[in-house]
């Protein structure tokens, strides 16, 4: 088996997201959007092409606020299936927008997107992917396995030896502790 860690140190795009982004805990609801819609844009092409792209992204889509990407309408969709810099798929686009107004609606209940995270875990691989399938948006098993690896909540990110798995292990993620407890907090304050 093949891990992550055995392939992205030293390599120019790879070896940055391994060192200081993949498996580290994410609790903001910008952050784990951005990350939710870089797994979906990801879906059929390589994660090299992602990372490159990922700054593109960012400044595309408003650098992934939830609030602002909720309210985009024909003309914002327009100016993303025109932008060369992102993936251009309208399925995707449709996707992020709407997974916007899902983390919008997700914290009327639970605060934020990250609250309800920890209000599900913990969960197996295959009772996340039935959540997020019936929750978001073009979310298959390999887009939710990644996006929850990559956010602290499955384990898999990197092998035990690996030093950054030493840096992550540090900050607790919810992957490793037996249950999370859930911080409801009903609707988020200003």
Not at 10 to 18: A, I, L, N, S, V
Not at 118 to 127: F, I, N, T, Y
Not at 137 to 166: N, Q, W, Y
Request: glycine content about 8%.
């Amino acid at each position: 088996m093949s891990y992550y860690c055995d392939e992205a140190p030293g390599h120019p795009w790879h070896g940055p997201y391994h060192d200081t982004e993949y498996g580290f805990p994410l609790t903001d609801d910008a952050g784990l959007l951005g990350r939710l819609i870089l797994e979906i844009n990801q879906a059929g092409l390589s994660w090299l092409t992602i990372l490159k792209k990922q700054d593109n992204f960012r400044r595309a889509y408003e650098g992934f606020d939830p609030e602002r990407l909720a309210r985009y309408g024909a003309r914002q969709k327009k100016r993303l299936l025109s932008d060369a810099s992102i993936i251009r798929n309208r399925l995707k686009v449709e996707a992020a927008i709407a997974n916007a107004k899902t983390v919008l609606e997700l914290r009327k209940e639970h605060g934020s997107f990250h609250n309800w995270l920890l209000a599900h875990h913990p969960k197996s691989k295959a009772e996340w992917v039935k959540l997020f399938k019936a929750t978001f948006r073009f979310t298959g098993g390999e887009i939710v396995g990644e996006f929850l690896m990559s956010i602290g909540f499955l384990p898999g990110a990197h092998r035990p030896d690996c030093p950054v798995f030493k840096q992550i292990a540090k900050q607790k993620p919810a992957w490793m502790t037996v249950s999370a407890t859930p911080r409801r907090r009903g609707k988020a304050s200003s």
